[in-house]
């Protein structure tokens, strides 16, 4: 779904994660209607049960220049507010006046979408995603005009059409790990733990030979649900290579949790972090078979080891 949604690259939407829901079976079609401040109407008609693949008629002629919004099934589940991350179902098309091809969608994929409601999305997305609820459907089409300005100066890309089928909101992560220390370790790697919302300090140098197998340790349990393959995350973490204490990554660093589907990430972490309780801390040694190989990433020579030690935040 992912290459799929290439086709947004011209829009700032910072989609998406990976998470699991569905939403009412009701029956749905209707033509749109609402829309932007100038008044415009996009003329699509949306057709199909929410919950399922939908339909979408377009109208003859050009397509609609103005980006608007439409609530096709408002709902009624809790509704939706700026600052929620907003579990989808979500279906893409290009409107280009001729094909009208759709470009990909989560029913195919199996797997929603999170799309965060803030200043990061286009206007038109900020204020359709609160007037519906879960369970609700939203029709939105984003034209030229939802560009950020400075990227303006690109080729103009085909406006674009999404519908949203609305599963829930993702829960709030937590701000640090809670639990005890239970003294385990990686011989040949150290970590501190220090206050539960500052970084861990960890080290790698060492003389040990690395582990040629996966091994992960929890070094705080934490009294949350165990995380499930599949699903999204939130983490906080530091990564280094094994033997030099060579630090390639860290999100404390950055000042920002990151989140990311299990999916989408190297064997090592889908392995080594299912099963893990949500408040936890792991420190994990990952081998290169698990990891990038023989291919060398920034920071990351060719078959190196890699070891993380990871808070474990939130999970949906």
């Known amino acids: 779904m992912r290459r799929a949604l290439a086709v947004l690259a011209a829009v700032p939407l910072l989609l998406f994660a ?138 103009p890309a085909p406006t674009k059409v999404f519908v949203f089928d609305v599963v829930g909101t993702a829960p709030t992560p937590l701000k640090a790990v809670s639990g005890k220390e239970t003294g385990e370790s990686i011989k040949g790697v150290k970590v501190e733990n220090p206050a539960p919302d500052k970084a861990p300090t960890l080290s790698t140098k060492t003389e040990e030979k690395a582990p040629k197998d996966l091994v992960v340790k929890t070094l705080i349990t934490g009294t949350g649900e165990k995380t499930k393959a599949g699903q999204t995350l939130t983490v906080q973490y530091t990564g280094k290579l094994w033997g030099s204490d060579k630090q390639f990554d860290s999100s404390w660093e950055r000042g920002v949790p990151a989140e990311f589907p299990l999916a989408g990430v190297i064997e090592g972490w889908q392995k080594g972090l299912v099963g893990v309780p949500v408040g936890s801390r792991v420190v994990m040694s990952i081998p290169p078979a698990m990891a990038y190989k023989g291919e060398e990433k920034p920071g990351i020579p060719a078959n190196s080891t890699l070891v993380f030690v990871v808070d474990v935040l939130g999970a949906y």
């Open 18 to 155: 990976a998470a699991c829901g569905g939403s009412d079976g009701g029956t749905t079609a209707a033509t749109t209607g609402a829309t932007t401040a100038a008044g415009a109407s996009s003329g699509l008609k949306v057709g199909g049960a929410v919950g399922a693949k939908p339909t979408v008629t377009f109208p003859a002629g050009q397509p609609a220049a103005k980006s608007s919004y439409e609530v096709v099934q408002p709902g009624t589940g809790d509704g939706l507010k700026a600052g929620d991350k907003v579990i989808v179902n979500l279906t893409v098309y290009d409107w280009d006046g001729k094909a009208n091809a759709a470009q990909g969608s989560t029913y195919d994929t199996k797997a929603t979408e999170t799309i965060a409601i803030d200043q990061r999305i286009p206007q038109v997305l900020q204020e359709g995603f609160t007037k519906v609820k879960h369970g609700g459907r939203l029709l939105a089409v984003l034209a030229n005009d939802s560009v950020a300005q400075q990227q303006q100066t690109q080729p």
